[in-house]
Structure formats: C-alpha cells, structure tokens
C-alpha cells in the first residue's frame, strides 16, 4: 500500500513562487505516475498536473507555463514548483498515485 505525504504549502503574494513536495512510501511497484490536483473552496478537485515514470508530463491550461511537475530519480518524491502565482491559485494542493491520496497541503496566494 502506497502513503503519500504532501509539504511546501504556504502564504505567498501574487507573483510569489512556491515548491511543492510529495513524499511516497510503501510498495510503488504499481504506480505508473503520479499527479497533483487542487480544490478551492466551493470547488470541485481539479487535475493541476501529472507525470509518468518515463518523464512525460502534462499540465492544466490554467497553469502552463507557470507550473513545473518533476520527480527524483528514486520515483518516491514528486515536486511541483509553482511560479508566478495567482489568487486564483489558492486552494487546498492533494498529490496523488492511482487511487492513493494525501492529506493535502494548502496554498494561499494573496496580498
């Protein structure tokens, strides 16, 4: 069973940037890639970005250009480096692997 730990959130003002890390333990054989999705307050989970284990990434149109999702060479730790950040950015960040979520880690973008 694969367990998925999120850090990096924070308070950042708009055009800040922010890390993102997700750490996974447990048996990975079964996991193809890995993902970050987002939920703002009122609403629904949305898919930011994800990334396979052969290194092809794809991202939200919202966040293209802004966002980078990468990996460690061990496959166990997800990055999503964030720049130039939006309020509309702000949102509770969940990384995920097939069906394993984490707890998430909140982003708040604001002045």
């Known amino acids: 069973q694969v367990q998925l730990v999120e850090s990096g959130g924070g308070l950042v003002q708009p055009g800040g940037s922010l890390r993102l890390f997700c750490v996974a333990s447990g048996s990975m054989a079964r996991i193809i890639g890995m993902a970050w999705y987002r939920q703002a307050p009122g609403k629904e989970r949305e898919l930011v970005a994800a990334i396979s284990w052969t290194g092809s990434t794809m991202y939200a149109d919202s966040v293209k250009e802004r966002f980078t999702i990468s990996k460690d060479n061990n496959g166990n730790t997800v990055y999503l480096q964030m720049n130039s950040l939006k309020p509309e950015d702000t949102a509770l960040y969940y990384c995920?692997?097939?069906?394993?979520w984490g707890k998430g880690t909140t982003v708040t973008v604001s002045s």
């Open positions: 995920n692997a097939e069906a394993t």
